[in-house]
């Protein structure tokens, strides 16, 4: 009847946000946007909505992802999952996800979500992002950050190991045909330290993970 024309369309299907961030130097622009272009494959594989922000919008990158989450249905069966790929910043107090025009704060976001009843998966691929997962972490939730502290500041390799194991049915552990997130992550957490050792280098990143809202996170 009339009264329902005012609620928003439920999800019909799972969405992926992808957001882009600033590229800051060309080689790691590069890697940004072909993770993210991974993250589209990936979506169009398994039947889903896949929307993305960024790096080139006409109108600065975090309005529309506040326009976006707040046109989202608040109230599916469907999750709908956020992806930040690029470069993040901590000054001691605010971890921030950097973007072309203002940066997005993890409390900003945290208030753009806050009424989702939907389930949410939050993956920020950027450096210094652990704040994220405090600010975050909610029952229905999982979130998951390339760092396990503000202080781990040099660039994340989390995100392109991250988009590889989405779409690679070698992820999945259980065999039940799909790659879940907790499989993907497991994958994507191995292959970052991997890729540190064979470097030669210390590990910068220590990915967590939460999903029961203790707001604590997990590493692999």
């Known amino acids: 009847g009339p009264a329902c024309a005012s609620l928003p369309a439920a999800a019909e299907k799972p969405t992926v946000l992808v957001v882009s961030g600033a590229p800051g130097a060309e080689r790691f622009g590069q ?3 072909k993770w993210s272009a991974q993250w589209k494959s990936a979506a169009e594989q398994a039947d889903v909505t ?3 922000i960024g790096p080139n919008e006409e109108e600065e990158a975090k309005e529309s992802l506040r326009k976006i989450l707040a046109e989202e249905p608040k109230d599916s069966p469907h999750p709908l999952w956020l992806v930040l790929i690029g470069h993040g910043t901590f000054d001691r107090k605010l971890a921030k996800f950097n ?3 203002p940066d997005l704060e993890a409390n900003e976001l945290a208030k753009w979500l806050k009424d989702f009843e939907r389930p949410l998966v939050i ?3 950027s450096s210094s992002s652990a704040p994220f997962l405090k600010a975050l ?6 979130v998951v950050t390339a760092t396990r502290s503000g202080y781990e500041q040099n660039f994340s390799h989390l995100g392109g190991y991250f988009a590889t194991a989405i779409a690679d049915p070698s992820a999945d552990l259980d ?4 790659v879940s997130l907790l499989e993907a992550w497991l994958i994507a957490a191995r292959r970052t330290a991997d890729f540190y050792k064979q470097e030669g ?3 910068t990143e220590h990915s967590l993970l939460d999903d029961n809202g203790d707001a604590k996170g997990t590493q692999s």
Do not use: E, P
């Open 123 to 125: 993956i920020n691929c």
């Open 175 to 178: 065999k039940d045909g799909q």
């Open 31 to 33: 890697l940004i946007t």
């Open 50 to 52: 896949f929307r993305q």
């Open 137 to 142: 972490s909610a029952k229905g939730r999982s």
């Open 201 to 203: 280098r210390l590990a």
């Open 99 to 101: 973007l072309i025009g």
